[in-house]
């Protein structure tokens, strides 16, 4: 089993729908989560951090944390094709240098 | 600001050769990596450093190896190109190593799309 497990898509929606990508894992000592968007041909770009459970909301993307069912969660609100890319989860126990990725999720938003 | 730059973009080399990817970061980042990204799997570090001279093995060591010079560069080098090295190559670089507050935010580069044949 995978430590970090993602859907790798592809993810295909209408421009202006709510996008919802997912991640589960099965270390507990997680605490730090973020999410990274890779545009194609490109290195990934951090989008969204968030430390242990609860929401974070920044314009159009709120990261979720649910540690009690080990899943995490990236929504896009009013979605564009500008956010067509892939999407990385990942993850760390904070105390270490060391980030645990999922294999990505690929979007793409249809004008 | 350039940020972290990988040369080159595009590589092909035949089994058994070696090669060097070169890194340079800008930004006076301490801590620089590298990862690569194979097709439907995450990225998986290969080495790592905390500052010059100092170099650790990640998870897949195997086949490569790093030196760490100056705080700007980190070349990551092939000696026996196998097959199974075929992949996209991603250096990159944080202020600090540990997550703590955000402190370990990674700048990527661009990647270096390599394959053996």
């Known amino acids: 089993q995978k430590e970090v497990e993602q859907d790798p898509g592809p993810l295909s929606v209408p421009e202006g729908a709510i996008v919802s990508l997912n991640c589960t894992y099965s270390?507990?000592?997680?605490?730090?989560f973020m999410w990274y968007r890779q545009y194609s041909r490109k290195g990934p770009e951090l989008l969204m951090y968030t430390y242990s459970s609860g929401n974070k909301e920044d314009g159009r993307f709120t990261a979720q944390v649910d540690k009690s069912s080990k899943y995490i969660s990236l929504f896009i609100r009013d979605s564009q094709p500008s956010d067509s890319a892939t999407y990385l989860c990942a993850m760390s126990e904070g105390s270490s240098y060391k980030l645990i990725f999922g294999s990505g999720t690929r979007l793409l938003v249809r004008p | 600001n350039a940020g972290v730059t990988q040369t080159p973009k595009f590589r092909i080399l035949k089994i058994g050769q070696s090669m060097t990817l070169q890194c340079a970061q800008d930004m006076n980042h301490n801590y620089m990596y590298w990862y690569r990204q194979d097709p439907g799997m995450g990225l998986k570090l290969i080495y790592y450093s905390v500052g010059a001279g100092i170099t650790d093995k990640g998870e897949v060591p195997n086949g490569y190896n790093v030196s760490r010079s100056t705080t700007e560069d980190f070349p990551l080098r092939l000696e026996l190109a196998a097959p199974s090295q075929t992949s996209v190559y991603f250096c990159a670089s944080s202020r600090q190593g540990k997550v703590e507050a955000g402190a370990n935010v990674l700048t990527f580069g661009a990647g270096s799309r390599l394959t053996v044949l």
């Open positions: 270390n507990s000592a997680f605490q730090y």
